[in-house]
């Protein structure tokens, strides 16, 4: 059974950092990543890594500010977060075994991050 177990979330404040995990089990090999959702808004592609962590591909809006990554030794996903803004405000959601960048087979429960102005 997969299962994606994410943490790393909070409260912090513009300009600062963040770092959220993503430890996988029942899988292994797959793309990872990360996808949000904001209050009233349709949930969004982030950025996401290949199985062997070599090829990496983010969303726009978070491109020179944000880092994915993975270690297959720990089954473990990374999203280092740098720059914060009010509006990267959303419940942050691992996923595997990636659709492109709409969608995925397998979803964590999502964690909130808060940026405050």
């Known amino acids: 059974q997969v299962q994606l177990v994410e943490s790393g979330g909070g409260l912090v404040q513009a300009g600062g950092s963040l770092r959220l995990s993503c430890a996988a089990s029942g899988l292994r090999f797959s793309t990872y990543g990360w996808f949000r959702q904001a209050p009233g808004n349709e949930r969004e592609f982030v950025a996401r890594v290949s199985w062997n962590g070599v090829s990496t591909y983010y969303a726009d809006s978070v491109k020179g500010r944000f880092i994915i990554s993975r270690d297959n030794v720990k089954n473990t996903v990374y999203l280092q977060m740098n720059s914060l803004k009010p509006e990267d405000t959303a419940v942050y959601y691992c996923?595997?075994?990636?659709?492109?960048?709409?969608?995925?087979?397998?979803w964590g429960q999502g964690t909130q991050v808060t940026v405050s102005s």
């Open positions: 996923a595997a075994d990636l659709i492109g960048t709409t969608g995925a087979s397998y």
